[in-house]
């Protein structure tokens, strides 16, 4: 059969239902080739075209988005994709087109004098390439470029093992509790996910609780067993810490490397490193910024904790001198009862995700002139997904989707995702990933904490940020900017959760 990723630039939607393990290592090779062969040609001419040069990786870049996308939702999946094989080849390729001297001394020889504002901004993300792979400095020496390509290759296989081994200690750990007494004050909803859990697992009776998000926050906010929540906690915070899925370590080797890479381009430690190319600039200015969050924030912190605690001792009888973090969700929830008559699981019934999807929706409709309409897919990777067209004055400018429940092969967290970019598919797909809770039927609505509501208005300025950028290059468009600026776009959408005006 022919291989998909192959003619992936011809395809309005990935085909995830014909995309195979097995095809992504001969889809990068054969990527890898065609974007060899074109930059060989390009490097004959007189004068580097940037455009040309950019979309020379087009089909790569396209591949290993894709990739990258899978090891994240689907990182368990192994089978016939060959993790090591790809990385290295993704790396090598990397560091060999920026190890490249003939290319090089073409990008030197542009008159930057003639370049517009986007075009410099281009040229420049180029020049920090060929510096990150040792290209810039005064004395060009092939050992050092032969170490930093190794270590590039050595990071990426690391840094894959790492996310691998945090998914799968994840996995590795659940707590089923048969003491009914201790299950009792929990939410229904809560017991009905832990008992399904449970029952998952092949216990007979009892409430499972894992370390995904979702039932880990519930156990500890919920759970009158302080014992029971301090070992969730350590289980939680301990996770790779040691034993099956370690990855001490790797993470020594991670900081030794990225230290050694730095001190061989010429900096003094790898923040050095990587703050040249921050707006933040240097350590000093990091650590200015977060001590006068500190010294402000920590006033109120340390109020609202002497508060907490006078409030723990009026009802346990002052035998608590002192809360330990495995206290302050379930004693924090008691408390909003108490002061506030709030309660967690209540106030979900606030913020069922489709009035919240809606009110979002129409706020972007209302700042941005775009229609959200949900559509059918057959090609989406997962049938919990839901894919939306997103239209201005009639005309299909993009294509977002939510991925919102936790997987057991599933990274932690949140995210947004460009799947395909639109300086290369002229129609983005952008989608929001999560790991909320999931509803316990299909037909059932999703009923999202605050955190969880919150979290969709904040990644939606991700998914804007990509889909509406206006640049003619690819490698300043989507999330290509400076690393410490990228959360503008997602804090501004953030700010309106808390309009009351919506």
């Not at 899978?70 to 290295?88: A, M, P």
């Not at 997904?385 to 949140?414: A, S, V």
Request: proline share 3%.
């Amino acid at each position: 059969m022919e291989n998909p990723l192959i003619n992936i630039l011809n395809y309005e939607f990935i085909p995830y239902n014909l995309i195979k393990n097995s095809h992504f290592l001969p889809a990068f090779e054969y990527a890898i080739n065609k974007s060899t062969e074109e930059i060989n040609k390009i490097l004959e001419e007189e004068k580097l075209d940037l455009k040309k040069f950019e979309s020379s990786t087009d089909l790569f870049d396209q591949i290993k988005t894709i990739y990258n996308n899978k090891r994240r939702i689907d990182s368990l999946d192994e089978n016939d994709l060959q993790t090591e094989k790809i990385n290295n080849l993704i790396s090598n390729f990397e560091s060999n087109l920026y190890m490249n001297e003939k290319l090089y001394l073409k990008f030197k020889s542009i008159n930057t004098n003639n370049l517009n504002l986007e075009e410099k901004a281009v040229y420049n993300f180029h020049i920090r390439k060929f510096l990150e792979n040792g290209l810039t400095q005064n004395e060009i020496n092939t050992k050092i470029l032969d170490r930093i390509k190794e270590i590039n290759s050595l990071l990426s296989n690391l840094i894959s093992q790492y996310e691998t081994n945090l998914i799968k200690a994840t996995n590795n750990f659940h707590l089923n509790i048969t003491d009914e007494d201790i299950i009792k004050n929990f939410p229904e909803k809560v017991k009905l996910s832990a008992k399904k859990l449970s029952l998952e697992k092949g216990y007979k009776n009892g409430y499972c609780f894992s370390l995904q998000t979702p039932s880990y926050s519930s156990l500890m906010m919920y759970c009158s067993d302080q014992e029971i929540r301090k070992k969730m906690f350590f289980e939680f915070n301990k996770k790779c810490n040691g034993g099956e899925f370690s990855n001490i370590n790797i993470m020594k080797e991670i900081l030794k490397l990225r230290k050694e890479k730095a001190k061989l381009l010429g900096f003094n430690s790898y923040n050095e490193y990587v703050l040249s190319n921050r707006m933040a600039k240097n350590e000093k200015n990091v650590y200015d910024l977060l001590n006068m969050i500190r010294e402000k924030s920590l006033i109120k912190a340390k109020k609202d904790y002497e508060e907490l605690l006078k409030y723990v001792q009026s009802i346990e009888n002052n035998n608590i001198q002192k809360l330990e973090k495995w206290d302050i969700s379930y004693y924090l929830e008691k408390y909003k009862k108490h002061k506030f008559n709030i309660n967690s699981e209540e106030f979900r019934k606030f913020f069922p995700l489709s009035k919240v999807t809606k009110i979002l929706f129409n706020l972007i409709e209302h700042l941005y002139n775009i229609k959200y309409t949900l559509i059918p897919e057959e090609h989406l990777y997962h049938k919990d997904i839901r894919l939306f067209k997103m239209e201005r004055n009639e005309k299909i400018i993009g294509y977002f989707y939510y991925d919102l429940y936790p997987r057991k092969e599933k990274t932690l967290g949140g995210w947004v995702y460009p799947l395909k970019p639109k300086i290369i598919n002229k129609i983005p797909i952008v989608g929001i990933v999560a790991n909320q809770r999931k509803p316990e039927n299909e037909n059932e609505e999703a009923f999202l904490s605050l955190d969880e509501a919150e979290t969709l208005f904040h990644e939606s300025g991700h998914s804007l940020h990509i889909t509406l950028n206006e640049m003619n290059y690819k490698s300043i468009c989507d999330l290509n900017v400076l690393w410490d600026f990228v959360e503008c776009p997602s804090q501004f959408m953030e700010n309106f959760f808390y309009d009351k005006k919506l």
